[in-house]
T-cell receptor, first 113, second 111 residues
């Protein structure tokens, strides 16, 4: 186990609703990255947070937003949910640096009806 | 990473045999590569990594080979066990903040 935890494990929402997913990073890690993994595909990068600031963003619309807290835990918020947002949402923590190994949590399975 | 040419989406291997999983990456600027294993219902688990200044790295029962000339990465698993059944992803990064993942290879170990 990596020490990265995510909550909740599963979540069911309806189209148009908003959702908040949470992630606690591994001890000693100050960087959190979020990924979306659709069924049968590889994870796609959403964004990364380092020292409470967004450090980079993938090709996701602004309704995907995030926060990082002083204890390096993080939240992913998605507004105006769409059916295609149904996926496994993964967070990964790492130490400072772009090429430090990212260790993943178990993910949150989001289903949008 | 992306899956072209040598990549096979599924691999069936006899228990005890060696497995070879291939991955072609797209970005010639990538300088750090990682193999992850993902079991059903779980997040990706780090297996082994390699930086672009190396062409081979060995771990416990696993070896990663990097060929920068043809932008190809492979993972070799020795003496494959039933617990090795999973989806394997290669990931690359070009010294920036994100990992780019390939499509994944599903490995099934036959008893």
């Amino acid at each position: 186990e990596t020490g990265v935890t995510q909550s909740p494990t599963h979540l069911i929402k309806t189209r148009g609703q908003q959702v908040t997913l949470r992630c606690s990073s591994q001890s000693g890690h100050n960087t959190v990255s979020w990924y979306q993994q659709a069924l049968g595909q590889g994870p796609q990068f959403i964004f990364q947070y380092y020292r409470e600031e967004e450090n980079g963003r993938g090709n996701f619309p602004p309704r995907f937003s995030g926060l990082q807290f002083p204890n390096y835990s993080s939240e992913l918020n998605v507004n105006a949910l769409e059916l295609d947002d149904s996926a496994l949402y993964l967070c990964a923590s790492s130490t400072t640096g772009a090429t430090d190994t990212q260790y993943f949590g178990p993910g949150t399975r989001l289903t949008v009806l | 990473g992306e899956s072209v040419g040598l990549h096979l989406p599924t691999l069936s291997v006899q228990e005890g045999d060696n497995s070879i999983i291939n991955c072609a990456y797209s970005n010639s600027a990538s300088d750090y590569f990682i193999w992850y294993k993902q079991e059903s219902g779980k997040g990706p688990q780090f297996i082994i990594d390699i930086r672009s200044n190396m062409d081979k790295r060995q771990g416990q029962r696993v070896t990663v080979l990097l060929n920068k000339t043809v932008k190809h990465l492979s993972l070799q698993i020795a003496a494959t066990q039933p617990g090795d059944s999973a989806v394997y992803f290669c990931a690359e990064t070009a010294n920036d903040y994100k990992l780019s993942f390939g499509a994944g290879t599903t490995v099934t170990v036959r008893a």
